[in-house]
């Protein structure tokens, strides 16, 4: 029973303890030293009404102060100031302000946020207003009972030793110590401290911290920056996947035909050379986003760059037979991109778990929509060679891409001993 006792009062003492408790009240007593110059602003109608009552200057005179105080809270940097102030002092978590945020052009921007209107913008003006308040009540009080710690052991000695505040006073009894009052009154100061660090941390959140309207905006900019950051993973995936995939095969026949073939082995290596290169610059783009740099163009890979694809394969050692069909040079803009990725991946696909043979890459553009296809030879049991590891992301990245377009798409085993993926993409999306 003593250690049950023993724990609630360490807990009860425990934010005596506390650094962030001390720094929170300093917190609130700078706020209120903040306030001090504005305090000559509102004694000027006072002094200009010397024939009003005392009482009625003094409450004009705080009514003055606290609409100044007011119209500093107004300020877009003011609430910036005050939400860096109170991570730092008070240890809550709070998010930037979002309103007023303009679009920069850059990808993975947010959208334009709306300056906070009505109750939404008179928030920070009411957290400044009650940060003051609890600083100068908090301070006052504070201080009364921390000299008055001070000054109640002076009766050990004797001393007519005495605090006056506001016509209420402390004086010991001569000859009697006042240790266990001068205990009392320090305690009660660090408790005071607790009192309005705990008030403040409470405060904020729900004058600093987000509105109704900054938490949809915040949750539309983390959406858009999600959906960002997923494209680029599938573009990244679709482009480094295939290009490791092809040099690897390629570096492979270039060592077998080294010596016999020099000419194809040099072939294979410039091929791996460009296909580095072209790897490298969609490496470039997407690290760029991601550190949020400036964006520079970022790598088109169209239909129209399909015939270097297909080349590269074949220096890679596959065979493939291309069927092409329509206009696919009027075929532009989304759906050209989206096209070509599909085909890389499916055609990465064929050279990880292909077993040998003709790869048939088929495109056909019709008034209507978009035909692709890729079939290529599996192992004996249809799941291909297994050569290659693979993350699993790349059939799911397709399905989402198709989603997009509002496509359709089919995956899977063709006929015995053959896989073919197959989409449809409509036409109507490309503009």
């Known amino acids: 029973m003593s250690g049950h006792t023993g724990l609630i009062m360490f807990r009860g003492i425990r934010p005596l303890l506390r650094g962030s408790t001390y720094s929170g009240a300093l917190f609130a007593y700078c706020g209120a030293l903040a306030s001090l110059p504005l305090l000559p602003f509102a004694m000027l109608p006072a002094l200009a009404w010397p024939s009003a009552p005392v ?17 500093i809270g107004l300020a877009r940097t003011t609430r910036r100031v005050l939400i860096a102030c109170a991570r730092r002092m008070l240890g809550v978590s709070l998010p930037d302000p979002v309103g007023g945020r303009r679009r920069t052009g ?41 000299i008055a710690g001070l000054l109640l052991p002076g009766g050990w000695a004797g001393a007519e030793v005495g605090l006056s505040v506001n016509g209420w006073t402390v004086r010991p009894e001569s000859g009697r110590p006042s240790w266990v009052a001068a205990l009392g009154c320090v305690l009660l100061a660090a408790t005071l401290c607790v009192a309005v660090t705990s008030a403040l941390r409470w405060l904020a959140p729900r004058l600093l911290g987000p509105s109704s309207a900054e938490r949809l905006a915040l949750a539309a900019e983390r959406e858009l920056r999600l959906a960002e950051r997923n494209r680029l993973a599938h573009e990244l995936h679709d482009s480094i996947g295939h290009t490791l995939t092809a040099t690897t095969i390629q570096a492979a026949v270039a060592g077998e035909v080294l010596s016999a073939d020099p000419s194809a082995a040099r072939a294979a290596l410039r091929s791996i ?15 760029g986003v991601l550190r949020e740099e400036k964006a520079e163009t970022a790598p088109t890979r169209t239909l129209a760059d399909l015939p270097e694809l ?10 493939v037979e291309p069927e092409l069909s329509g206009e696919l040079a009027q075929v532009q803009g989304t759906l050209s991109r989206a096209a070509y990725r599909i085909l890389q991946e499916g055609l990465t696909n064929a050279l990880r778990h292909g077993a040998g043979g003709p790869i048939e890459v088929r495109v056909a553009a019709g ?36 989603r997009l377009l509002h496509g359709e798409i089919e995956a899977g085993p063709h006929g015995p001993r053959h896989w073919r993926l197959a989409v449809r993409l409509p036409v109507r999306l490309s503009a």
Do not use: C, K, M
């Open 106 to 146: 850059r990808p993975g921007d947010g959208p334009a946020s709306p300056a906070p209107v009505g109750a939404d913008r008179l928030r920070t003006p009411l957290w400044l207003l009650l940060h003051v308040a609890l600083g100068w009540a908090g301070a006052q009080v504070g201080i009364a009972l921390f």
């Open 367 to 402: 008034p209507d929509g978009l035909e692709l296809s890729v079939v290529n030879r599996t192992g004996v049991t249809g799941a291909g060679t297994g050569a290659f590891p693979t993350s699993g992301h790349g059939l799911p990245g397709l399905a989402e891409r198709v």
């Open 273 to 287: 050379e460009e296909s580095a290169r072209s790897a490298l610059e969609d490496l470039d783009y997407v690290l």
């Open 310 to 319: 297909l080349d590269r394969l074949r220096h890679a050692g596959a065979v």
């Open 55 to 71: 009482g009625v200057r003094y409450v004009l005179t705080l009514l003055i102060w606290a609409v100044l105080i007011g119209v």
